[in-house]
């Protein structure tokens, strides 16, 4: 069997956990450092730095795969003559931007904190994104595709990567900062799910095209079970906002544990989903060619 069959999608999945972890971090810190403590601050400073390094070698697995995918062999993957080929394809573009990417979070330390904020992040955001658009199905579809499939994604960075963040906060036991931080993300928390339904939808139209091809296709039947796990996912932020968060004023203990338990169960699905992202995107064709 072609080991680059299992090696891309697992690829796929840390290289697509990280883009939308660290992109979701500095959307979380955009908007919510304010009611974060010095020590929530710094934790989000070092879980960037983590991530990005991870990140980081799997953009450069991710350039190395595609030589790999080329010969067909583990060896392929650091032959000279198909590294210059993936060069020239939009796969290895878009590892390229992640690499500059990454290495820009990781250079975060050395330019000054206001610089950072304004400049290195919004940029490094835009390049990582752009892992997911000049390759891969959205690239074929076009720009309108490719503008639905950002401003969904937007939606699942903020989403995602607020979960560490929040957990974390659920174990320094300050209650009040809690309430107040999670309390404010459900009423932002409002435009970023619009967008991404609304986005998502129109996306997932364009890609599938005939409803009946999500259950007469294997690619619809993947994209169907991502859909339920994205439901599943809304699910627990209604809970959270309408139950979870009001229970930390009234009663601290109880609360901070329901929200803690349901975050892990988020990021389960949100696992669930990167695997099927990565299958859709590395192993199936669109039902409709492409």
């Known amino acids: 069997m072609d080991i680059w069959v299992i090696l891309n999608p697992a690829i796929r999945v840390v290289t697509y956990a990280m883009v939308l972890s660290v992109v979701g971090t ?63 394809t939009k796969a290895g573009v878009a590892s390229l931007c992640g690499l500059l990417g990454f290495l820009l979070v990781l250079c975060k330390e050395r330019i000054a904190a206001s610089l950072s904020f304004r400049v290195v992040f919004p940029l490094a955001s835009v390049l990582l994104l752009l892992t997911f658009l000049v390759s891969g199905h959205a690239s074929k579809l076009g720009i309108v595709a490719q503008t639905f499939l950002f401003v969904h994604l937007l939606g699942v960075s903020f989403w995602l990567g607020a979960l560490l963040p929040i957990k974390s906060m659920c174990l320094t036991g300050d209650s009040v900062s809690l309430y107040r931080l999670t309390d404010y993300f459900g009423k932002v928390a409002v435009f970023y799910v619009t967008g991404l339904i609304l986005s998502g939808t129109a996306f997932a139209y364009l890609l599938i095209g005939d409803l009946s091809l999500l259950v007469e296709t294997t690619y619809g039947n993947v994209l169907l079970g991502k859909l339920l796990a994205v439901s599943g996912l809304l699910t627990l932020g209604a809970l959270n906002k309408w139950w979870c968060v009001p229970k930390i004023m009234s009663d601290p203990s109880e609360g901070i544990l329901h929200l803690k338990a349901s975050i892990n169960y988020e990021l389960a699905l949100a696992f669930c989903i990167l695997v099927a992202t990565s299958v859709l995107t590395t192993s199936l064709s669109l039902p409709m060619g492409g």
Do not use: V
């Open 26 to 88: 500095f959307l979380f810190s955009f908007h919510f450092s304010k009611y974060q403590a010095t020590q929530d601050r710094d934790w989000c400073s070092r879980l960037l730095t983590k991530m990005a390094a991870i990140g980081l070698m799997g953009s450069a697995a991710s350039f190395f795969s595609i030589s790999g995918n080329m010969g067909g062999n583990f060896s392929s993957a650091f032959s000279l003559p198909l590294l210059e080929l993936a060069l020239s």
